[in-house]
């Protein structure tokens, strides 16, 4: 995906049918002479949503902003409660989802720099007809004021649900290289009472019987896997071969906290396609 930094222009996914586009949105206001949906945050979303999939397969994303939750969900999209690359955020204004009390606003995320830090695109209705952002999460609303709640993010298809996922576990427990020196003083026992209890504290046996191993042989670690290898895993885990959370940790194994760090640095430089991620 190729972050849209600049408004678009001519670009028939921004311009109603009227005008020989592709788009069902309102013309925008002030109307954008080059692409007329704009400025309107909606005709900006439902565009760029398409834009990114490569045809306007989703045009009835054409509602009140605050409203495209429940319109997405009707077309078979998945919502998910945290920003993920290429997505719509959504925010409802006011308490109703009516409109009566405002429309709300939705976003596209064009990068994610960490769980709680994104760069968007977006336009507003009344307002400019192209901007990005960077929004931080420190109040719960994505940067919007107190009028507004952020009701999730609609998945991109053509992207999938790419977001960011921090190597620390949800329930923290110790490191493996903590554990390996609990081993090394004898804290858990010889195998295979060893190998047995670290399986059952939910531990990584074998990668951390390999620290073990190394720091006894007075050894630098090595890496389990070579470059080649530790790039494709890198690119099957952002096109999300090996699932997301605790299922992603147990798959990758002792190749998860290496994997994981070049996942981020990938998302965080906007690289998301097969044949443009890299390692740092």
């Known amino acids: 995906m190729q972050m849209r930094t600049s408004k678009p ?15 069902t949105c309102i013309q925008g206001s002030p109307t954008d002479a ?27 994303l054409n509602c009140n902003a605050e409203n495209f939750i429940e319109r997405a969900k009707s077309l078979g ?17 006011g308490n109703t989802l009516s409109g009566n009390d405002g429309a709300g606003h939705v976003a596209i995320v064009e990068r994610i720099d960490s769980a ?26 994505w940067g919007l004021g107190s009028g507004y709640t952020f009701r999730g993010c609609i998945i991109n298809p053509a992207i999938g649900d790419v977001h960011y996922e921090s190597s620390t576990p949800s329930n923290p427990k110790k490191s493996n290289e903590e554990i390996a020196n609990e081993v090394i003083q004898g804290k858990w026992g010889n195998n295979p009472e060893r190998k047995q209890k670290l399986t059952d504290a939910g531990y990584d046996y074998s990668a951390i019987q390999n620290i073990v191993n190394q720091k006894l042989s007075g050894s630098k670690p090595q890496p389990s896997t070579n470059n080649d290898e530790l790039l494709t895993l890198v690119k099957k885990t952002i096109r999300g071969d090996f699932g997301n959370g605790d299922a992603r940790r147990k798959a990758l194994g002792s190749n998860y906290d290496e994997v994981q760090r070049q996942v981020n640095l990938n998302l965080n430089h906007g690289l998301t396609r097969w044949d443009n991620i890299k390692l740092f």
């Open 9 to 23: 222009s001519n670009n028939k996914f921004y311009i109603t049918k009227s005008k020989g586009g592709y788009s």
């Open 34 to 60: 080059n692409a007329n949906v704009l400025a309107n945050c909606v005709g900006y979303a439902c565009g760029r949503f398409n834009e990114i999939i490569g045809s306007m397969k989703y045009p009835s």
């Open 77 to 93: 999209l998945k919502v998910v409660s945290y920003p993920t690359l290429g997505g719509i955020m959504c925010w409802q204004k």
């Open 116 to 141: 709680s830090k994104i760069y968007t695109s977006e336009s507003g209705y009344g307002s400019s007809a192209f901007w990005n952002s960077v929004r931080t999460n420190s109040n719960g609303r």
